[in-house]
């Protein structure tokens, strides 16, 4: 199983700009899906989360300006950003619980995409 993010790149102060995230491979089932990200000199931390049912939540620094969505056909999540700041700017890592088979599910881990958002 692979995640392959994208879309990520420059962006002025107060753009916009969508990430993708299609997973690939021997799925069964993908189950909760989110976006991390990783500023320089700083920790990953939690962006947004959807659940397989499509509950949502999201970081204080998100809320209100970003919004996560699912398509299950595709396999895939989107983190749509707006408002973004120069704080924003991050690897942005999609994230899921997938399942293999009925009885097996593990964490993946897609490759990063660099958002960096400048005047």
């Known amino acids: 199983v692979q995640l392959q993010a994208s879309g990520g790149g420059l962006v002025h102060i107060g753009g916009s700009l969508t990430l993708s995230c299609a997973a690939s491979?021997?799925?069964?089932?993908?189950?909760?899906q989110r976006w991390y990200r990783q500023a320089p000199g700083k920790q990953r931390e939690l962006v947004a989360s959807?659940?397989?049912?499509?509950?949502?939540d999201y970081a204080d620094s998100s809320k209100g300006r970003f919004t996560i969505s699912r398509d299950d056909p595709k396999n895939s999540v989107y983190l749509q950003m707006d408002s973004l700041k120069p704080e924003d700017t991050a690897v942005y890592y999609c994230?899921?619980?997938?399942?293999?088979?009925?009885?097996?599910?593990?964490?993946?881990w897609g490759q990063g995409t660099l958002v960096t958002v400048s005047s």
């Open positions: 994230n899921a619980d997938i399942m293999v088979s009925r009885d097996y599910e593990y964490e993946y």
């Open positions: 959807v659940t397989r049912g499509g509950s949502t």
């Open positions: 491979g021997d799925i069964f089932r993908v189950n909760t």
